[in-house]
């Protein structure tokens, strides 16, 4: 969002600089090297709905870079891998008890009509469970959704909004080819790819762009923004930014800290946000563990919602070769979402790797420890806001009561998700805010 921002301020004329905490830029969206290979941090993939990243890629000169592939689901449970996500491997699934066809028949309308709606309001104050069960009943709900928000949201999970749950369900049954088969996308290179255009941009546009400095403080006098003071990192001594206007897009549990000057009220709305941390342990592998893109787990017995074999939607080929001889050409991520209290964010990393490992074991036994070529850890203490039901009216404005001062992140695109296409949508739309200076 920052450097989407950053960039439609500079094309507009403005002279930007552009903090970033951390020492890579990309944010989220970030890369890390994987032995050689440049990977995505957190696994990503782009939907067919995602119109402002096509939009930004072909005025940045990409979208060539853009790539489609036909992608499966899978679904775990009971020890079995069930095929998923498209009207004959619902039919197909073994849903015992005397009303199993009717509540599948009940879901697959349910999953047909969200994927139709285009209207939210109505159960913007609805829980997620209430909304699933009153269209498909407790057993659809226990069997394929509670396990799956248990293991995301833990002490939230009976109080997550439905249009924010819609919204995730109808951006995914839109990335279709046809109704029985899902079509997602990737950039050639990543999501790097994308983010070091918009750096060439920015700068190409006389823009800065300055990591590893943390803002420490937004400065105000006069109900007015002045600047930005950065924190000592490093080598790098502290620094104040003079500024006329500021779009401060860090997550907004940060925002209270970082905005002294804001009034009150403001701040507990700012504070009130919940947002919880992820972890990927990222695993290259010698073989695949599914052909599918993404399998969801249902086990009682398997704390973790699903497992996304990256390398099904964009082939890494011999980029990811780790040495000759051992061609590593799987790359998969097993994502556990929780909030920070909660003691496993805490775990080592090794700890989470035998447990995440163990897990990929499940779902192919073949599967030996001498697959495993190379792991990572990522974590991320603000990785999904919480939005519960009625959350439209918890976002606090974009423009602050501090002139000059625009905050948001990605919850500010509720009842969307956080994702690219919306981060730059909005990014774009609070640089577009401040005017264009450009002849
Ligand atoms: C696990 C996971 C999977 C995802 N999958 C997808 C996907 O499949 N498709 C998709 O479109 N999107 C996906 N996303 C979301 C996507 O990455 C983000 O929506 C997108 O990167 C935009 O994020 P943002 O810029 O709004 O926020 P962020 O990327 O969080 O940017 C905020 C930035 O603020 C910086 N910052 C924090 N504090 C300070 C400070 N004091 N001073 C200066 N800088 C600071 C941070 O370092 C960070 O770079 C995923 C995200 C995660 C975590």
């Known amino acids: 969002m920052g450097l989407a921002a950053a960039y439609r301020a500079a094309k507009n004329g403005h002279e930007v600089d552009l903090l970033e905490a951390a020492p890579e830029p990309g944010g989220m969206a970030g890369h890390f090297d994987f032995e050689g290979l440049s990977l995505e941090r957190f696994y990503h993939f782009i939907c067919k709905t995602d119109q402002p990243t096509f939009d930004l890629m072909q ?244 704390e973790i919602p699903g497992v996304i074999e990256f390398s099904n939607l964009r082939p890494l080929g011999s980029q990811a070769v780790a040495t000759p001889g051992s061609p590593a050409n799987t790359v998969v991520y097993v994502p556990y979402y929780m909030p920070t209290t909660h003691p496993k964010f805490s775990w080592p990393d090794a700890s989470l790797i035998d447990e995440a490992f163990a897990c990929l074991q499940r779902l192919n036994p073949a599967l030996t420890r001498a697959d495993i070529v190379a792991t990572k850890v990522a974590r991320l203490r603000y990785g999904q806001p919480i939005c519960e039901p009625g959350f439209a009216s918890k976002i606090p404005p974009i423009q602050t009561p501090i002139a000059g001062l625009q905050i948001a992140d990605t919850c500010y695109y509720y009842p969307e998700d956080r994702g690219i296409a919306e981060s730059v949508r909005l990014g774009s739309g609070m640089a577009e805010a401040l005017g264009s200076l450009s002849q």
């Open 59 to 302: 005025e940045l000169g990409i979208a060539d870079k853009l790539r489609w592939r036909s992608t499966t689901m899978g679904f775990f449970s009971d020890n079995h891998l069930y095929p998923w996500g498209d009207p004959i491997a619902l039919l197909r699934f073994p849903f015992p008890g005397p009303f199993g066809f009717v509540d599948k028949l009940r879901y697959g309308l349910f999953a047909f009509l969200c994927v139709r709606r285009n209207s939210w309001p109505a159960i913007e104050h609805e829980s997620a469970r209430d909304w699933i069960v009153r269209w498909c009943g407790t057993n659809v709900y226990n069997r394929f959704w509670k396990p799956l928000f248990d293991h995301k949201f833990y002490e939230y999970a009976d109080n997550i909004s439905a249009a924010w749950i819609w919204t995730r369900i109808r951006r995914i049954g839109r990335s279709r080819k046809s109704i029985f088969q899902e079509e997602l996308g990737y950039m050639e290179g990543g999501t790097i790819t994308l983010v070091n255009a918009l750096i060439d941009a920015i700068q190409a546009h006389g823009g800065r762009i300055h990591l590893g400095q943390p803002a420490q403080q937004i400065t105000s006098e006069n109900g007015r923004v002045t600047g930005v003071q950065t924190a000592a990192r490093g080598e790098t001594p502290a620094h104040f930014y003079p500024a006329d206007a500021v779009l401060c897009t860090t997550p907004t549990p940060l925002v209270s800290a970082l905005v002294p000057d804001l009034p009150a009220d403001w701040k507990q709305r700012y504070d009130s946000i919940h947002n919880i941390g992820v972890i990927c342990v990222i695993f290259k592998l010698t073989r695949s563990v599914t052909p599918h893109f993404w399998v969801n787990v249902s086990e009682p017995d398997i």
